[in-house]
């Protein structure tokens, strides 16, 4: 006889369901989030950029793009537009005069700074009906699944595609 009660489906309800509360929660995210964002270039992908570009951790494009999951001919667009909108600039890498850095300007600081307040009350917004204690044990308990969850099956993506796939952003 095997012990499957620990895993007996529960009664019909949509709000007990995974899927759909997930699927709740991230289009309430997005929302949100693109409501923050207003008019910035490429909206949350863009973000995620010119947070990857501000750490400094991903010296040049090629970088950017392995690190985020984005195809790399995509990443030299991004990276236009916010060099034409005075976010970024290219300087010569002093050890490898063939390639270039992507170095944040201080307009892009400044705007990262603003965006990131306007992410945190858009996600505020979303987690509202939390306790700030619950919304940091909320968000822990998130970052541990999205980041150290086992793969699924061999097709399972990794945390960037997988955020890219369902913001509908997957690789262009």
Not at 78 to 92: C, H, M, N, S, T
Request: include cysteine.
């Amino acid at each position: 006889m095997s012990n499957s009660t620990a895993m007996e489906p529960r009664p019909v309800d949509s709000r007990d369901d995974f899927g759909w509360t997930l699927g709740v929660l991230v289009r309430n995210y997005q929302n949100a989030s693109m409501a923050a964002m207003g008019e910035f270039p490429h909206g949350p992908r863009g973000y995620q950029v010119l947070v990857a570009v501000v750490s400094g951790e991903q010296p040049n494009q090629l970088a950017l793009a392995q690190h985020l999951g984005i195809d790399r001919t995509v990443m030299t667009y991004l990276i236009d537009d916010f060099v034409k909108a005075g976010l970024v600039e290219r300087q010569l890498n002093p050890a490898d005069r063939r390639a270039r850095l992507v170095v944040a300007t201080d307009g892009g600081r400044n705007e990262l700074e603003r965006l990131q307040h306007a992410v945190l009350e858009a996600e505020n917004t979303v987690l509202g009906v939390l306790a700030d204690e619950e919304r940091e044990v909320f968000r822990s308990l998130l970052r541990r699944v999205a980041c150290e969850a086992p793969a699924v099956s061999e097709h399972s993506l990794g945390a960037c595609e997988a955020v890219e796939e369902m913001l509908g952003e997957g690789k262009k």
